[in-house]
Each structure stands twice: as structure tokens, then as C-alpha cells.
């Protein structure tokens, strides 16, 4: 405790101009260089020194994608009524309240509307901040409501996976969003409406299991960890260390599971490409 | 019991010796011992004897509970926690007393739903089903003996039968890999559905799996997209469907057959997200608390329906399947004949449009608030 505090003590006595430098500068967690961090930010928080895709949350996600980073929300008042009164070692309504003050949303993704270089779009775009982006009623609604919106107006559909899976405190509930989901995208498959799918660090569970798989274009991220059981859960059953690169992007890539993988900064591109192959002919 | 409490005690700071202060820490600290001591208990006649002590210590820990409750100005988190602790000290009673004719606990029915001589899939078909054929593979990578596909007679109609299958003895759970399917078997499972609706030949799942393989090669041949691709197609199958969990409906694993017209839970199957034990050791980072995971998560066939999740349950002989496979398959044939004969009434459009509206409509639990 008294360590601590003199710690704390001897930072102050540094000067302001330290502690304000420190947040100017980020060390890579992959290549492990110091860089300027508006480098970063105007590099789509990509490190510019080895390419690591930093995660970026759902706000940032849209900005990225839409066009002049405009873009309209709906259905963002939709908001968990905790219907197991779940308690763990804490209680499931304070894991939602502190979430809900740390990320400003209601729940674990926005639906947006915009333009992609032109082109109108909806986006669901998953917050993994918000409790690790996991699935419950309201996450498994939304989405339902943006694949609706998408077959009923004919707009093509994005959504962003960010997400651990089912969320355990909604139990068995939140299973039952991967059945919703997916046949809502039955509908839009049979509406012949495009949608691509992508998937960015980490996409696992239930998410994986469902609608992250069924794009008309499954697309990644380099380096994003995507699976449907976790590292650790293979590693428990099958007693052995896992092979380097398993679960990652470019290993799905390799074994045919994804239709590409695409660097951040051509991400726009490559789905004006798709959406431009997938437009509905006119009659 | 006494032991845990002494062996306890000597350990500098311990909090439930704090003096006279009761504590949210104390009393858990109180309770995890006596669940302990219980949970170690090994059927000799110690038992009894345990059990009154553990029964003082409960009468203990309930005082120190009113006392925890009576502190002004708790926040939800704690009031949450404290309602834990007396959910716990029930579920210690309720086994302390012994009485057969109390409800069973959530995990007492996982672990019925586990026992090794419950029928498994191939013990309904036997039973229930003539002329069974089985179909076997992927059509493109191999046959997973997990997951067992075939045409068969239901009271001499032609339907198609699906479902995992587990084993008792260890040849032949390595055989059937504990009842745990690869991509291969969802994909020879849809696979079969197709020719079933080809044919207009109902469809009938029997739900049994801890969950889809978790394993290196089935993450390379996409065991998510395996599963993903059974609920889309499942759910716009042209035929009647209907899914039955006899044994333990393991999350994905078992969704990815049972997005079915009918859903119908054995009185004493268990359905969850993840099992007991790991969500006791991801959210309360300990793997002995599954009896409070398995409560919290509510996984039984009861709190299902409850939930609208389910549409029905189907009674099991006394003291579960596991002690009479005849009178099992017998209930099991009764409840599909119901589903069966009401889901035929139905043109097949109207049934894949109900089908849609159920699980679209399912599990919505939220509000909608002011922005
Ligand atoms: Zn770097």
C-alpha cells in the first residue's frame, strides 16, 4: 500500500509533461515499437511499422466504412430486462449498468444506415467492450430487426462480428437468437439481397455459429482469432498446444472457411466490389 | 465438518473470523466450507452425522444472513449476492433432507440427464421405430458415427430420423466420440433433411450432445459453418419437423438439430448455452460452484418452457428413464405421435411460415427505453 503511494507520489513530482507525453505514444503489442499514436489513428488503427490491426470499437467501425463517417442509427433503445435475474459474482444488471456507462450504447452492437462510397448500406456493427460483444435478447433482436430492414427495403447488408458468443447470463435465451438470426437471413437469402459478412478480432461462439458464417462473402481482418470453440476449451479437451496461427484469419483462409482476407484500408474497396458484382440486375 | 473449520481458522486473516462483524466475505467464506465438507461426504456412516453438523452450521449462516440483509443502503450487486447465499443454503438443505419427494435441483437433473443408462437415440429407434436403414457420410469428407441419420417407420409412415449418439462402454464411445459431432456429421445431418423434404418425409430429431467437438480438425473443416448452415436451412425446410431432447442439449451442438417445428424436452433433460461446469468456472472462476451455474442459467425442462422456449415436456417412469427404457419409449412415442398428427394438419407453407414466426418471436426479453 505505502509502495504504491510513493509510487503515485514520485509521478506527480516528474512534471506534467511526462505523464502527457506517455499517451502520445503506443507500444505495439505485435512488432513491440514505440509509435506516435496519431500514426496509428490516421492508419485506420493499423501499426504502420508491422500492419497489427488494433480492434477498433463499433463507432469508429462505422466511421471507417460509411462514407464522410455519416451515418444514421436505429433501433438503439432496446435494452435488456435480464430476465434469468442472473448473479454470478456480480449481478448481471450491474454488469449491464457499468457496461452501458463504459461504451454509451444499450447493448453489445449499433444498427446504422449510411452510403458505402455511395452505394446506401445497413450496418450491424458488434461492440466488443461491451461485455466481450456476447449475444442476449436484445444483441439477437436488433440484428433480426437490421436483416428485416435489409430484405424489406433491398438495401445490401454488412454486419461487423466482434463477439465471445451466446451471452451465458441470458442462458439458454441467447441461444435461441442464433436460430432467430439465422432464419431471418434465410429470408433475405430467398429476398436475394446481398450480405457480407465480417469478421474481425475475435469473432467466437455462438456468433461464428450462426450469422458470421452465412454471408453471401465471409471476409476478414488479417490476424483476427475466429472460431467456434475457444483456444483454451480445444486445448483442455485435446491436451496438446495448439499450432501457431490456429484459429487466425489466414488459417481459415487456407482451409477454404473464409472467401478472403482483407487489410483494413481496402475494406471499402472490397466490398464496393462484391456489392457492385452482387446488384440486382435491371429487368 | 468441524475439521474444514479448524483447518480454516488457522489461516491468518481469515474472513470468516474477522471478530464479530458479520461479512458478505465471512459468510460465503462460512458456506463454500460447509458445501465442502458435504460435497466430500463419502456414503459411509459418517453421513448422518455430517449432515447434523453441517445442518448447525446452515442454522449459522441463515442468522448471519438476516444480519447481512438488515444493513441499510446495499447496492443491487450486493443485495444479489447476499440472495445468492440463501439460494445456496436451500439447495444445501434441500439435500441435507433427504426427502424424495422434493423437486429436483437443476443439477440433479444434469446429472440424470447424464446418467450412463439412460437410452440413448438408437434405444427410442429400437423401440419406437421400424425398418430403420441407416444413411451414412458427408458426401464429402466422412461418415461421423456421432451423428446417426436414417429412413424409418413411424407407426408404418415413412419419416427420417436424426439425431447424436453416446455410448456405455469405451469402445464404443471413442467410437461414437462421446456423442460430440464434427462438421461432418451437421453436414450429413442436413444432408439427409434435404432428401427428407425432397420426398415430403417428416423429419424427427433426438437431441443428445454435450456439444459440437471442440477439436483442431473440426475448427479446420468449419464446425461453426456447419452449424450456422443447419439453422438457416432448418428453418425453411418444406417438411414437418420435430426435435426431442432426451438426454442433454448441449448449445450449438444440439440447436444445430433442433430448429424444428416442435421442440419437446424429457422431464428430466437438461438445454443450456455452455454446461454447468463451464460457466461455474468462467463466471465464478470456480468449477464447483456448477449446483449455483446450473440454477442460475436455468436449464431445465421446466424453466424452458416457462421461458418459451420449448413446447412441451415429456413425462419420464418414476425416478427417470434410466430405470425403465420400455415405459421411456413409450412416453416418447405418445408425445411424438401428438406432434406428429397436429404439425399434418398444417399446409407445409403454413408450417414453415409458424416455424419462422416462433423462433423469430422467441426470447424477447428487453425493453424499449427513451433515448
Ligand atoms: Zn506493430
Known amino acids: ?283 | 465438518m468441524t475439521a474444514f473449520l479448524q483447518r480454516g481458522a488457522q489461516v491468518p486473516g481469515n474472513p470468516g473470523f474477522s471478530g464479530a462483524a458479520v461479512t458478505l466475505a465471512g459468510t460465503d467464506w462460512l458456506l463454500s466450507m460447509v458445501e465442502m465438507g458435504w460435497s466430500t461426504r463419502n456414503g459411509d456412516g459418517k453421513a448422518m452425522e455430517m449432515s447434523d453438523k453441517a445442518r448447525k452450521e446452515l442454522e449459522k449462516i441463515e442468522q448471519q444472513i438476516v444480519r447481512l440483509r438488515a444493513v441499510p443502503g446495499q447496492d443491487p450487486d450486493t443485495r444479489g449476492q447476499i440472495d445468492q447465499l440463501n439460494q445456496r443454503v436451500g439447495l444445501l438443505r434441500d439435500q441435507l433432507s433427504q426427502n424424495p419427494n422434493r423437486p429436483k435441483s437443476a443439477w440433479e437433473k444434469a446429472e440424470l440427464a447424464r446418467h450412463p443408462q439412460r437410452p440413448y437415440m438408437l434405444d427410442y429407434i429400437e423401440r419406437i421405430f421400424t425398418d430403420f436403414s441407416e444413411i451414412h457420410g458427408d458426401r464429402s469428407f466422412r461418415d461421423d458415427h456421432a451423428m446417426v441419420c436414417g429412413m424409418a417407420r413411424f407407426h408404418g409412415e415413412e419419416v427420417l430420423v436424426v439425431g447424436q449418439q453416446k455410448a456405455r462402454d469405451t469402445k464404443q464411445k471413442v467410437y461414437r466420440n462421446f456423442g460430440m459431432p464434427n462438421p461432418e456429421g451437421y453436414r450429413k445431418a442436413l444432408r439427409t433433411m434435404k432428401i427428407a423434404a425432397k420426398f415430403q418425409r417428416p423429419v424427427i430429431c433426438f437431441v443428445d450432445t454435450d456439444g459440437a467437438y471442440p477439436g483442431i480438425d473440426a475448427e479446420e473443416r468449419g464446425q461453426g459453418e456447419a452449424i450456422a448452415r443447419n439453422l438457416l436451412e432448418m428453418s425453411r425446410l418444406e417438411v414437418p419437423t420435430i426435435a426431442i431432447v432426451i438426454g442433454v442439449g448441449g448449445s450449438g451442438g444440439a440447436l444445430a438439430i433442433a430448429v424444428a417445428d416442435r421442440v419437446l424436452m424429457m422431464e428430466n433433460s437438461i438445454y443450456s448455452v455452455i454446461s454447468p461446469e463451464g460457466c461455474a468456472s468462467i463466471m465464478w472462476r470456480d468449477a464447483s460452484k456448477k449446483e449455483l451455474a446450473a440454477e442460475a442459467m436455468r436449464i431445465t425442462a421446466g424453466d424452458l418452457k416457462e421461458l418459451g422456449l420449448i413446447d412441451s415436456i415429456v413425462p419420464e417412469p418414476e425416478g427417470g428413464a434410466h430405470t425403465n427404457h420400455e415405459a421411456a419409449a413409450t412416453f416418447v412415442d405418445n408425445a411424438l405421435q401428438q406432434s406428429l398428427a397436429d404439425l399434418k394438419k398444417l399446409p407445409v407453407k403454413n408450417l414453415v411460415a409458424a416455424r419462422y414466426d416462433k423462433f423469430r418471436n422467441m426470447g424477447q426479453f428487453f425493453r424499449v427505453e427513451a433515448q
Not at chain 1, 9 to 26: M, P
Not at chain 1, 43 to 70: E, M, S, W
Not at chain 1, 96 to 122: C, E, F, M, W
Request: glycine share 8%; charged share 25%; hydrophobic share 40%.
Open chain 1, 1 to 283: 500500500m505505502t509502495w504504491f503511494k510513493r509510487q503515485s507520489g514520485e509521478l506527480d513530482t516528474s512534471g506534467e509533461k511526462n505523464v502527457r507525453t506517455e499517451g502520445l505514444w503506443i507500444k505495439c503489442e505485435s512488432c513491440r515499437q514505440i509509435i506516435w499514436k496519431k500514426d496509428i489513428e490516421e492508419n485506420l488503427n493499423v501499426c504502420p511499422k508491422c500492419d497489427k490491426h488494433f480492434r477498433i470499437d463499433a463507432r469508429t467501425r462505422l466511421a471507417q466504412l460509411l462514407d464522410d463517417g455519416q451515418y444514421e442509427t436505429f433501433d438503439a433503445n432496446l435494452v435488456s430486462t435480464d430476465p434469468l435475474k442472473f448473479v454470478d459474482l456480480k449481478a448481471y444488471s450491474s454488469r449491464l449498468k457499468q457496461a452501458q456507462s463504459d461504451t454509451g450504447l444499450k447493448d453489445a452492437v449499433i444498427n446504422a444506415k449510411g452510403k458505402l462510397n455511395g452505394r446506401p448500406v445497413i450496418v450491424s456493427s458488434m461492440e466488443y467492450a461491451f461485455i466481450g460483444g456476447s449475444m442476449g435478447a436484445v444483441v439477437g433482436e436488433e440484428i433480426a430487426r437490421a436483416v428485416e430492414h435489409a430484405a424489406a427495403q433491398k438495401v445490401p447488408l454488412i454486419i461487423v462480428s466482434a463477439s465471445g458468443g451466446a451471452r451465458m447470463m441470458e442462458g439458454v435465451i441467447s441461444l435461441m437468437q442464433l436460430a432467430k438470426i439465422s432464419a431471418a437471413l434465410a429470408r433475405l437469402d430467398e429476398a436475394k439481397v446481398p450480405y457480407i459478412s465480417l469478421l474481425t478480432d475475435p469473432t467466437t461462439g455462438g456468433v461464428t455459429a450462426s450469422f458470421a458464417m452465412l454471408g453471401d462473402l465471409n471476409i476478414a481482418e488479417p490476424g483476427a482469432l475466429i472460431g467456434f470453440a475457444g483456444p483454451r476449451v480445444i486445448e483442455q479437451t485435446i491436451r496438446q498446444k495448439l499450432p501457431q496461427g490456429f484459429q487466425r484469419s489466414e488459417f481459415l483462409l487456407e482451409h477454404g472457411m473464409l472467401d478472403a482476407v482483407v487489410p483494413r484500408k481496402e475494406l471499402k474497396s472490397y466490398i464496393d466490389r462484391a456489392l457492385s458484382f452482387m446488384a440486382q440486375k435491371a429487368a
